[in-house]
């Protein structure tokens, strides 16, 4: 038996066609697994103008933000969200969030009839000015996230930026400035040394559990085969 309660107030509503995935009974059709759909109705739980990090879904889920970042790829591929990335003339990041959407591929204006229906969902925001001021000791010196991934260098793809930021910030989504420093020094000194492929420099880094990374490109390219022909051997067993 299924037992459902008439709910007044602080509820979601959502479709059977993301919650079950489809038409068949059996099998989910939209190809999300477990965690996906449950990171996916998380986020969709929130008001409209929730800021969605890595570093807090991780934090919220208890995680890790290699594990949150497999998820949200995942979600990605089915259509459920997108990156909304907006850049100054210079190229330059100036903006950086997720977009959610409880339909498959239709990112349209949110309806704001649910919000104004639960006004309760209120009290439940996670907007990185809220942080700046309920947190000014612990956040002090620190930038947020969205903006620190707004500082990504010219000419290098922002999506490695951004997942080494996110491998590097604190459990609030917060970075130090020394650290914020350092990694843009980095990937300008990466880009110097003629870099071709930033995301396989990150996810070497983030997988070796690397602490910084090596500007002399020449030395990590030696790790690319090693870690591609175990990738290779695992796919083969």
Not at 88 to 96: I, L, M
Not at 115 to 123: F, V, Y
Not at 128 to 155: F, R, W
Not at 198 to 220: E, F, N, T
Request: hydrophobic residues 35%.
């Amino acid at each position: 038996m299924i037992y459902r309660n008439n709910h007044h107030r602080n509820y979601t509503v959502l479709s059977n066609d993301l919650l079950q995935g489809g038409l068949n009974a059996a099998k989910r059709e939209d190809g999300l697994n477990l965690e996906s759909v449950a990171v996916l109705v998380h986020l969709l739980s929130h008001p409209t103008d929730w800021q969605v990090t890595n570093a807090s879904i991780a934090q919220y889920w208890g995680i890790s933000r290699e594990r949150v970042s497999r998820i949200t790829k995942t979600l990605e591929a089915a259509g459920y969200i997108k990156r909304n990335i907006k850049r100054s003339e210079d190229g330059k990041v100036k903006q950086w969030d997720y977009d959610v959407t409880d339909t498959a591929g239709h990112f349209t204006t949110c309806n704001q009839t649910q919000m104004w229906q639960n006004p309760d969902l209120g009290i439940e925001t996670q907007r990185k000015e809220y942080l700046l001021q309920s947190n000014k000791k612990t956040t002090k010196k620190k930038t947020a996230l969205a903006d620190a991934i707004k500082q990504c260098p010219k000419g290098i793809p922002v999506e490695a930026f951004d997942e080494w930021l996110r491998y590097k910030a604190d459990s609030d989504g917060f970075l130090g400035a020394k650290l914020l420093n350092n990694a843009i020094r980095t990937f300008e000194l990466l880009r110097k040394a003629h870099c071709t492929d930033y995301g396989m420099v990150v996810h070497i880094a983030v997988g070796k559990g690397w602490r910084s990374i090596d500007p002399q490109y020449a030395l990590i390219k030696n790790y690319f085969r090693t870690d591609r022909d175990i990738k290779m051997l695992m796919g083969v067993k």
